[in-house]
């Protein structure tokens, strides 16, 4: 069977207590390919982790059907949750015992024999930077410590499909890149990671096909190229000028080759119909107004220009600064 996982129709409605209903998951439909990188990206409050618990068995789905392995997570959660592991948003960890208590614990759940269970967690703890604190309670531990020992958890006894909801929040650079390393070596071992993010270069550079998901609804699925097709121009030139106005944009929109023109970020950002410019033109462009240039920049358009795209807002734009 190629996808490891069907969702069908899947929806989430919270009741609270004063009666008001929030849909958090609206009737959203996906499969995951065995073996792949899954992203699933998406602004704060877009029902990522919603529905990371329905496809782990932490929350009942209000209705549709999920299918791990053709089989119904609904119907038989127990056999479902042999395959999976997953590092959930918030910390649940058992804050009572120690690091390596919660790895060993884990893996014999997960049916590990003691040497094995030792051996991994070595490993793990050596890896994740946790071996000299390995015998203190997490209770103790930072936030990011905690993470580490989220991540190890969930990865120790192998699952089938690996669930990482924003993973890398509160990790600092060095261990994100050891949880990549370390992603990447499960995956490749045939481990399915289906990872959830707000930040736009993580499903880029790591997903083979990234979801979109807003406001609860699934809204583009496809490669980070097939995404990025979906907007009118791959090119965007990025000017820094002394004094940016409307006009200047006004201006922008007549020049040869340009299908768009925005401000953002303080930039001056022209969607190039080419991948390479005529940047003498553009240069001598300015020349003639009443502005100096004080940069100049080639990009291609990223996951957020798709989201920008598809909701008129970027996936960033409601997040406290
Ligand atoms: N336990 C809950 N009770 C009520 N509303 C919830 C609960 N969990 C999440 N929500 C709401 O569901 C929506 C999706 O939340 P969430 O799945 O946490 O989004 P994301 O993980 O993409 O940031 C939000 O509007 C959130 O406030
Ligand atoms: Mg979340």
Redesign the pocket.
Known sequence: MNNILEVKELK?I?T?KNGRK?E??KNINFNVRRGEVFGFL????????????MLTTQ?PATAGEILLDGESLIKNPANARRKIGVVA?HNNLDRGLTARENLIYHAKYFGMETNMANKKADEYLEKFGLADRQHDYVKSYSGGMAQRVKIARAMIHTPDILYL??PTTGLDPSYRSILWEQMIELNKAGTTIFL?T?YMEEPEQLCDRIAI?NN?ELIALGTSSELKNMIPSNNIVSMKLSVLNDSHVESAKELPGVEKATIQSGLLQLYMKDAQPDFNRLVSWVKGLDTTLQNISLSTSTLDDVFIHLTGKGIMSNEIK
């Open positions: 989430k919270f609270m929030i958090a998951v998406g602004p704060n409050g877009a029902g990522k982790s919603t529905t990371i618990s929350k948003q909801d924003e959830t707000h998901i609860g």
